[in-house]
């Protein structure tokens, strides 16, 4: 017999009035996308935008936005797999984004983790840099919005944005940064969506940062099925749990739980272009 504690099987948050999870993975959890949906919606989460990292998946991601009213998607091809961003894929991303049922061109953007701690299982960053690019320039062709993907890459990341023409609308998917690169997104308008890790202990920094946040740039999202929030790290994430998180901002930002669930609903509905 074991004598390790079982870990406790994660449950969703109490309901709040309504929520959006702003990035998620439907079809790199466990579940089939409705049943993942189904418990979402029964704790409030009335939308979600639904991802995909890779060609494949982000065609996957736009048939479940066919399928079910609850669920939009972006696409693009993750900067960890720039280097198959060929002529051939571009032209199916050029379609997937020309949807009405997509709303973001992403997530594209830069990641030197894996550069740093396993270069083969990513591209070189002026591959991802050239990717970035590209996805940039799609985004201000159709008029959607770019969702940006960052993982260690702050410095660059910050100048390739700058280059961004000045009407494209700018959303850093998991924050993680240094409070001041928050304030820098902010003086430029960009949206900020916070996930799981914002309620990890150690990421006060982070609270700080989400603390600053205009009410009208402010997003949440589960990354699901990663960043899985307190209290249940460490465990698979999925939409239903996006109200932690939310929970855990409006206590940071001083404000009523069902009001902050509103506020990131109605912010998630701006930026995807959805119907109020
Ligand atoms: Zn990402
Ligand atoms: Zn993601």
């Known amino acids: 017999m074991s004598r390790r ?4 099987v994660p449950v969703p948050p109490e309901p709040l009035g ?3 999870d702003a990035h998620t993975h439907l079809t790199s959890c466990a579940d089939p996308a409705r ?3 189904d418990r979402a919606a029964a704790v409030g989460v009335r939308g979600v935008c639904t991802v995909g990292d890779g060609i494949e998946e982000a065609e996957q991601a736009l048939a479940l936005a066919q399928e079910d009213d609850r669920v939009v998607a972006a696409c693009a091809v993750h900067p960890t797999k720039a280097q198959e961003l060929t002529d051939g894929v571009r032209e199916r991303l050029r379609a997937l984004v020309a949807d009405p049922r997509c709303v973001a061109v992403g997530e594209t953007g830069l990641d030197t983790y894996w550069i740093t701690h396993d270069p083969g299982r990513t591209a070189p960053l002026d591959v991802q840099e050239e990717a970035l690019r590209w996805h940039m320039d799609l985004a201000a062709e159709v008029g959607k919005p770019l969702m940006i993907h960052n993982r260690e ?3 660059d990341l910050m100048r390739v944005l700058a280059d961004a023409p000045s009407d494209l609308t700018v959303m850093l998917h998991c924050f993680s940064s240094p409070l001041d690169l928050a304030v820098e997104a902010v003086e430029r308008g960009y949206y900020l969506s916070f996930c799981g890790n914002v309620t990890f202990r150690r990421n006060e920094e982070l609270r700080q940062a989400a603390a600053r946040v205009p009410a009208d740039r402010i997003l949440v999202e589960t990354d699901a099925p990663y960043m899985t929030p307190e209290p249940f790290r460490g465990a698979r994430n999925e939409p ?3 109200g932690y998180t939310a929970r855990l901002l409006a206590e940071v930002r001083g404000v ?3 009001e902050f669930a ?3 609903s109605a912010n998630a509905r701006r930026l995807y272009g959805l119907p109020e």
């Not at 504690?5 to 406790?8: A, E, I, L, M, Y």
């Open 240 to 242: 239903a749990f996006v």
């Open 256 to 258: 009523d739980a069902d």
């Open 5 to 8: 504690k079982p870990r406790p």
């Open 262 to 264: 509103a506020t990131v």
């Open 153 to 155: 890459a702050d410095d």
């Open 18 to 20: 309504e929520l959006f």
């Open 35 to 37: 049943a993942l949906m």
